[in-house]
């Protein structure tokens, strides 16, 4: 378990080296090819106003992602009236679809309970 300890501290004191040496560079880097979203001057008011528009602009969006949904559960009840033209391929594709969202649900609740697979630590 020791050697494994000190592998581990040698690549994390490499990797700290990495970003002292060129993390700044790559700091200044990001913020140079990004200029066009930074708003001058950087405030709290300045940072408070665009939360708000963030917030109220998702907000606004809620009527046109409410008739998306709409639009997609018809074609999904569309495709389920009309299951007897549905090719192989799509059933397959649709219960690899569904594994993968319980296999999403069943990581999450293993996340959940603490990175446990039995249960809950009591």
Not at 17 to 30: P, R
Not at 71 to 87: A, I, M
Request: hydrophobic letters at 35%.
């Amino acid at each position: 378990m020791a050697p494994k300890i000190a592998q581990l501290q040698s690549k994390v004191n490499k990797a700290s080296q990495v970003v002292a040496n060129h993390g700044v560079s790559y700091y200044k880097l990001l913020l140079e090819q990004n200029q066009h979203y930074i708003q001058d001057p950087p405030t709290i008011q300045n940072c408070q106003s665009l939360a708000k528009q963030l917030f109220y602009t998702r907000l606004a969006s809620i009527p046109h992602r409410y008739n998306s949904f709409k639009n997609e559960l018809e074609h999904v009840r569309n495709q389920v009236k009309n299951r007897h033209d549905l090719s192989i391929q799509n059933v397959g594709m649709a219960a690899l679809f569904g594994l993968e969202c319980f296999a999403w649900f069943c990581g999450g609740e293993v996340i959940g309970r603490g990175f446990t697979f039995t249960g809950y630590y009591v």
